[in-house]
């Protein structure tokens, strides 16, 4: 996972993973997850990592005590761009969410820059909701992001 971490055009498209790599930052997100706060996972194809993929709980807004949709975030190595995986492990792990959680709705933000990642969201049924701006840990900015939303079917 490293090694995908590593590359810079990958990380630049996530909020959190931060530039140049720190290998504690890797391994951190590497540990189990309590699965009442949701799945996040390594994603193979055979015995090659291609990727990570995960789903957490809605957070709770401390004004209102409404609850947001869970969050749902994915990186993959570049090598293995627009080969379906996102799309395809994706669906799974949506369904899974739903099975598994009460939750009203799935969220993900997308920096404008990365139309990849928008169309993944929008064959996994996310509809867009409309434009924020979000952190860049690798990049040191706050860039223009658009909010996606799949509603429990």
Known sequence: ????????????????????????????????????????????????????????????????????????????????????????MGVALIAEAFTRYEWPAIEACVFDDNPGSARVLEKLGFAATGSCSGPSAAQGLTLATRTFRLARP
Do not use: N
């Not at 996972?41 to 709980?57: I, K, N, S, W």
């Open 1 to 88: 996972m490293h090694a995908i971490a590593s590359e810079y055009e990958v990380v630049k498209q996530t909020a959190t993973w931060p530039w140049p790599p720190d290998r504690a930052f890797t391994e951190s997100r590497c540990q189990a997850v309590d699965l009442s706060q949701g799945l996040i996972g390594l994603v193979f194809r055979g015995t090659d990592l291609v990727g990570m993929m995960g789903l957490h709980a809605p957070d709770t807004t401390s004004q209102t005590g409404a609850t947001s949709g869970a969050g749902f975030g994915y990186m993959f190595a570049r090598a293995h761009w627009g080969q379906g995986y996102a799309t395809e």
